[in-house]
């Protein structure tokens, strides 16, 4: 099993420039989630989905887009970088919720320049 | 508001020393309480969680943490630290009102030889 894999590892933006952040899980899990990671705040939660076809939006949605047409995927759209953006990103994903046990991927550190 | 408090960004111990680190939550509702681990440059792993019942809770790699209701705290502690400890921990609790987690800042923990 490769778990919950991410790509890029590593990515530059400018601003006003749109990408997609990749993540994919092999665990068959339900529940799939996209977290934010920035110094001294811990990890915010963006978009989940509670199966494929179904999203909901977290504490910090703004500026992002989710889509999840299978159970294995769950891309991650900036639509229009901003600095503010710049974060390390961390694709997350779990058999029953949230609150269940969750599995991380490696994560993407973004730069928006 | 819903919040959790970990004391201390930086914690160091010697090796082979206590280890401690310290979250206070909120909560209005019996919590689901947890820690993770995040070693450099991975994501973040699940340590230990508690959901109900016994209040001292065992994890992985000799951590343990004990539920105090009264004190509204969940500290980690390990008896004997290791440089193979060195990373950083964060503390979360679920959100009352949709299942969420909302995580702590983080604490690194620095290991001496």
């Known amino acids: 099993n490769a778990g919950v894999t991410q790509t890029p590892k590593f990515q530059v933006l400018k601003t006003g420039q749109s990408m997609t952040l990749q993540c994919a899980q092999d665990?068959?899990?339900?529940?799939m989630s996209w977290y934010r990671q920035d110094p001294g705040m811990g990890l915010r939660l963006i978009h989940y989905?509670?199966?494929?076809?179904?999203?909901d939006q977290g504490e910090v949605p703004n500026g992002y887009n989710v889509s999840r047409s299978t159970t294995e995927d769950f891309p991650l759209r900036l639509l229009s970088a901003a600095p503010s953006q710049t974060s390390v990103y961390f694709c997350?994903?779990?058999?029953?919720?949230?609150?269940?046990?969750?599995?991380f991927g490696p994560g993407t550190r973004l730069t928006v320049l | 508001a819903q919040s959790v408090t970990q004391l201390g960004s930086h914690v160091s111990v010697s090796e082979g020393a206590l280890v401690l680190l310290r979250c206070n939550y909120s909560?209005?509702?019996?919590?689901?309480l947890f820690w993770y681990v995040q070693y450099p440059n991975q994501g973040l792993q699940l340590l230990l969680k508690?959901?109900?019942?016994a209040t001292l809770v065992k994890g992985i790699n000799g951590f343990e943490a004990e539920f105090k209701k009264s004190e509204t705290s969940f500290h980690l502690t390990k008896p004997s630290a290791h440089m193979s400890d060195a990373a950083e921990y964060f503390c979360?609790?679920?959100?009352?009102?949709?299942?969420?987690?909302?995580w702590g800042a983080g604490t690194k923990l620095i290991i001496k030889p």
């Open positions: 997350a994903s779990s058999y029953y919720g949230l609150e269940a046990t969750q599995y």
């Open positions: 979360a609790v679920r959100r009352d009102s949709n299942y969420q987690l909302i």
């Open positions: 508690y959901t109900t019942g």
């Open positions: 989905s509670v199966g494929a076809g179904i999203t």
């Open positions: 909560s209005s509702v019996p919590p689901y």
């Open positions: 665990m068959n899990h339900e529940y």
